[in-house]
Each structure stands twice: as structure tokens, then as C-alpha cells.
């Protein structure tokens, strides 16, 4: 499974169970299930994060999977409470 898949189904999960998910902590899972950036280094929180978890709405959308795009957009937050997916 890519990184896009895990963050998809992790995100549907999330909201299946009425949960969200710091996006700080989804850095920790990424590099606990040893997904790497595209430089093959391990994330470490900074603008990759929200860039990527923005690239997974955006395929889940080209895809025509809104619900789960909107999924993605619900499922993960900033620190400071705003959707991680949002640029």
C-alpha cells in the first residue's frame, strides 16, 4: 500500500469512529509504517506533511472518490485546529 492508500484508509477510518487525527501524529505513523517523502528521508512535520495529506484529497478528487477526499479533509487538523489539507 503507497502513502496516498494509508492516508485514505486511515482517514476513513478516523471518521467512521467520529475521530480526527493531529497531523503530527500522522507523521508518526508514516515513518513507524516506513513511508518515506519523495527524498526517501523520513517526515518530520513541517510543510511536507500538509502537502502530502493536500496531494491525497486532490488524487482522491481526480479519482472521483469525493467522500473520501471530503474524508481526508475532515480526518486531519493543524496545532492550531485548522484542516490540514487546506493550503
Not at 485514505?8 to 487525527?21: D, E, G, K, V
Not at 481526480?62 to 471530503?70: F, L, N, S, V
Amino acid at each position: 500500500m503507497d502513502k496516498y492508500e494509508f492516508i485514505r484508509q486511515l482517514a476513513n477510518f478516523l471518521i467512521q469512529h467520529q475521530r480526527t487525527m493531529n497531523a503530527q501524529d500522522l507523521v508518526a505513523l508514516l515513518n513507524w509504517n516506513k513511508y518515506h517523502t519523495d527524498y526517501g528521508t523520513k517526515y518530520r512535520g513541517g510543510r511536507g506533511i500538509y502537502k502530502l495529506i493536500h496531494a491525497t484529497y486532490d488524487w482522491l478528487v481526480d479519482i472521483e472518490c469525493q467522500p473520501e477526499a471530503d474524508n481526508v479533509a475532515l480526518a486531519y487538523f493543524k496545532p492550531d485546529g485548522s484542516y490540514a489539507y487546506d493550503k
